[in-house]
């Protein structure tokens, strides 16, 4: 009998992917990850990893599966926790939620997993996993969920080939509907529970507040900068090659406090990220101020009315070389090449139709329309299809 790890994490996903691995006859261990304990920075008085833990140990009971906690706080300390403040700190936008898989879930909890004899970890995300031959060789695909009002293939676009080859994701050829209903019949107690949302562990926090405890607020302006002025703001100039133009597009424009009215203050701008509205606190615009920018060392925030201001859209962006990630390793450009894709640069957004072009130093994603609020520090995914083949962080 094959041996898997389910992540149980007290929610209805992981309760139903245990079940379902049961049902196919893997013998299934249940193991839940404490990430977060620390009092120097709190995350909530409510305290739902508890509840949470609780729960996972009330599904292991029901299925009758053996069940195991480990503390994985300390390195959700090092490797999540103390990167997002360094991020914000630089005026960068960073993902948790991408990191916890790469870093945590699929790294030192799969460590553990194995550790204890297991072929497989399972978790209860919306994506697949396909298998193809190349050359006699095994590709594992990263796909994503049938589910498309629920697919977090987003969340795992930093996996590698070595990862997915031990990885299972049981619930991604089915809905959420679909999900609960086996878990009632199942009669498992999470089947109504409410879905836990955002950050993997901060779970009911705000960020604003998170942010606080370590970040310390700095009085400065809020700069509305008006509409007539766009994001290059410079004449567009004759491109010679493929990459002068690539270039242009993606640089950030550069603004300044004279480019504008001051209409208010913030206390902070590293708390603040593109593209946001909540928090500036300015009234008396026609339509609400949106970030356009946030300028960490000069602590000014730069905003702009409406969310068509042309200061939010940008066409390219540039990831960098160390930071590409090919989930397909096969797929791999060579300088000078490009490819067609369809490309993402948040969780939930509708894919956009983009090239790739590879140069030295990195690749730009080219998209066919502009993308609003383009941030820095976030990943920029890319899909073949269904097929989710590699990622960057944008910088
Ligand atoms: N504390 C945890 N311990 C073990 N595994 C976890 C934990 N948190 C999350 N996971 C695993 O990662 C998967 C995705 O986590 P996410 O936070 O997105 O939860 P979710 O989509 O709400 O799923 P669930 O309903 O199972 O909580 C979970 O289904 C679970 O397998």
Redesign the pocket.
């Known amino acids: 009998m094959k041996r898997v790890v ?10 139903v ?1 245990a079940y379902l691995l049961q049902q196919q006859g893997y013998e299934v261990i249940g ?3 404490k ?1 977060w304990h620390d009092d120097s920075v709190t995350i909530s008085d409510e305290c739902p990893w508890l509840e ?1 833990s609780n729960d996972a140990m009330i599904v292991a009971d029901k299925l009758a599966i053996p069940f195991q906690t480990v503390d994985l706080s300390e390195e959700y300390k090092e490797r999540i926790v103390d990167y997002m403040f360094n991020e914000y700190e630089q005026g960068r936008t960073p993902n948790p939620d991408v990191l916890c898989n790469r870093e945590i ?1 699929f790294d030192v909890f799969m460590k553990i997993a194995l550790g204890l004899g297991a072929e497989y970890v399972a ?3 919306y994506c697949r996993k396909g298998v193809i031959e190349k050359d006699g060789k095994e590709i594992y695909q990263l796909l994503a969920g049938i589910d498309g009002n629920k697919d ?1 293939s987003y969340f795992l676009c930093q996996l590698s080939q070595e990862q997915l080859s031990k990885t299972l994701f049981p619930i991604g050829e089915l809905t959420k509907p679909e999900v609960r209903a086996i878990a009632a019949e199942a009669d498992l107690i999470t089947a109504d529970k409410k ?2 949302q955002g950050l ?1 562990f901060i779970g009911k926090v705000r960020l604003p507040e998170f942010l606080q405890q370590k970040l310390k607020p700095k009085e400065g302006v809020i700069v509305e900068v008006p509409e007539s002025m766009d994001a290059y703001n410079e004449v567009v100039p004759q491109f010679e090659t493929k990459e002068q133009e690539l270039s242009f597009y993606s640089k950030k424009p550069e603004y300044h406090i004279s480019d504008g009215k001051i209409v208010g203050k913030h206390q902070g701008a590293h708390y603040f990220t593109k593209g946001q509205r909540k928090g500036l606190h300015v009234g008396g615009t026609v339509a609400p101020l949106f970030v356009i920018d946030t300028d960490v060392e000069e602590n000014v925030i730069y905003t702009g009315q409406g969310k068509n201001h042309p200061g939010l859209y940008r066409r390219t962006l540039f990831v960098k070389q160390h930071e590409l990630h090919w989930v397909r390793e096969d797929m791999v450009l060579a300088i000078g090449e490009s490819l067609s894709v369809n490309a993402r640069i948040r969780y939930r957004q509708p894919l956009q139709k983009a090239t790739i072009y590879k140069v030295e130093g990195g690749a730009f994603v080219d998209f066919e329309e502009p993308q609003s609020a383009i941030t820095e520090g976030q990943f920029v995914a890319w899909y073949i299809k269904d097929e989710l083949v590699g990622s960057g962080v944008i910088s």
Do not use: A, E, I, Y
């Not at 389910?6 to 309760?15: A, E, F, P, R, Y």
């Open positions: 389910v992540g149980l994490s007290g929610g209805v996903d992981s309760s992917t193991l839940f990850m990430n949470d879930k978790t209860g995300h977090q879905d836990s993997c």
